[in-house]
C-alpha cells in the first residue's frame, strides 16, 4: 500500500483574506483587457450599466461622443454580460496529487479557489468539479458557486477533498464528459499523469475556452533537490517502486526526457487551442492563478 505524503488539503491562516485581496484586483484587471478588446464587447448578451472616465488604452468605440460634446471630456459606456457566464473547474484527486510536500493537491485547491474567486467578482457562475464520479455522485458538481458568499462552501468542500490511489483522474473525469455543455470556460487542474492532450478533444468545443493547468512537486521538477545520493520513486497508482541513484547523467537524462513531456504536452494543448501552464506546489497561488488567467 503507497502512503502519500500530502493527500489532504489544509487551508492556511489568512487564506481567505489572500483570496478577497486577490479576486477584486485581478477581475479589474481581466474586465480591463477586455474592455480594451473592442468588438466582444459590442456584441449581444451586454448591457449598458453605466460610464466612467476615459482611460489609456479604452476601446475608442465605447467613447459616449454625446457626452463629449457637452462636457468637452471623454466618457466610456462600462457593458456587463446580461447572462452570467458559465465556467468549470475541475481538480485532479487521483493518487499521484497526494505526492509531496508540499502536497499537488493543496496547491490545486487553493488556484481553483483563487479562479472561481474571480469568475464569481465577474458574475460568473461557476461549477468546481473532482476528477472522482464516486465523489460526486456522478455528472453533479463538487458545488455551484453563485456568489462570492459561496466560496465558504467551496472552502469547505475542497478541504475535504482526498487524494487516493484508486481515484479516477482526468483522463477518466474528460471521458464522463461531466462538464457542463454551458461553460463557456473549463479549467483542468492536475499533474496531467494519467492524461493526453488528446483526452481533452470531447472538453473542447467552439465558443469555449479550454485552460490546463499542471502543478508538480519540487523534486518531480528537479530530482537534485532531493540531496539524497538515491532516491526510491513509488507509484501512487500503480503501487509499484524502484530505487534508482541520483547520478549526473541520471538527472540529466532525467531532465531531457521531462522537457520533452512538457514541450510535448504544450504542442498537444495548443493544436487544441487551449491554454497550458505548468508550476511547483511550493509556488503562491497567486502565481499561478494569474498565469491561468493571462493576467
Do not use: C
Amino acid at each position: 500500500m503507497v502512503l502519500l505524503q500530502a493527500p489532504r488539503v489544509v487551508f492556511p491562516p489568512g487564506f481567505m483574506r489572500r483570496i478577497e485581496l486577490f479576486a477584486p484586483r485581478v477581475a479589474a484587471l481581466r474586465e480591463r483587457r477586455e474592455g480594451a478588446g473592442g468588438a466582444r464587447l459590442e456584441g449581444a448578451g451586454l448591457e449598458f450599466v453605466g460610464r466612467r472616465p476615459y482611460r489609456p488604452g479604452d476601446d475608442p468605440r465605447r467613447i459616449d461622443w454625446e457626452l463629449l460634446a457637452r462636457e468637452d471630456r471623454p466618457w466610456v459606456r462600462v457593458l456587463h454580460r446580461e447572462a452570467a457566464e458559465r465556467w468549470a473547474i475541475v481538480v485532479d484527486v487521483s493518487g499521484s496529487m497526494g505526492v509531496g510536500p508540499p502536497g499537488k493537491l493543496q496547491s490545486a485547491a487553493e488556484v481553483a479557489l483563487a479562479l472561481a474567486a474571480v469568475a464569481v467578482r465577474a458574475r460568473a457562475v461557476v461549477s468546481l468539479h473532482l476528477t472522482d464520479g464516486s465523489v460526486l455522485g456522478g455528472r453533479a458538481p463538487l458545488v455551484l458557486l453563485r456568489r462570492t458568499g459561496d466560496l465558504a462552501r467551496a472552502v469547505q468542500m475542497l478541504g475535504a477533498a482526498v487524494a487516493r490511489p484508486a481515484a479516477a483522474g482526468l483522463a477518466a473525469f474528460a471521458a464522463r464528459r461531466a462538464v457542463p455543455m454551458e461553460a463557456a470556460h473549463v479549467v483542468l487542474l492536475g499533474d496531467l499523469f494519467d492524461v493526453t492532450p488528446a483526452d481533452f478533444a470531447s472538453l473542447a468545443r467552439p465558443g469555449r475556452t479550454l485552460t490546463v493547468g499542471r502543478v508538480l512537486a519540487p523534486f518531480e521538477l528537479e530530482p537534485a533537490e532531493l540531496r539524497f545520493a538515491s532516491a526510491r520513486f513509488v507509484d501512487p497508482e500503480g503501487d509499484t517502486a524502484a530505487s534508482v541513484r541520483l547520478e549526473p547523467t541520471v538527472l540529466a537524462e532525467y531532465r531531457r526526457l521531462l522537457e520533452q513531456e512538457l514541450e510535448g504536452f504544450a504542442r498537444g494543448l495548443a493544436r487544441r487551442r487551449a491554454r497550458h501552464h505548468v508550476w511547483r506546489s511550493d509556488a503562491a497561488f497567486e502565481v499561478p492563478a494569474r498565469a491561468l488567467l493571462e493576467v
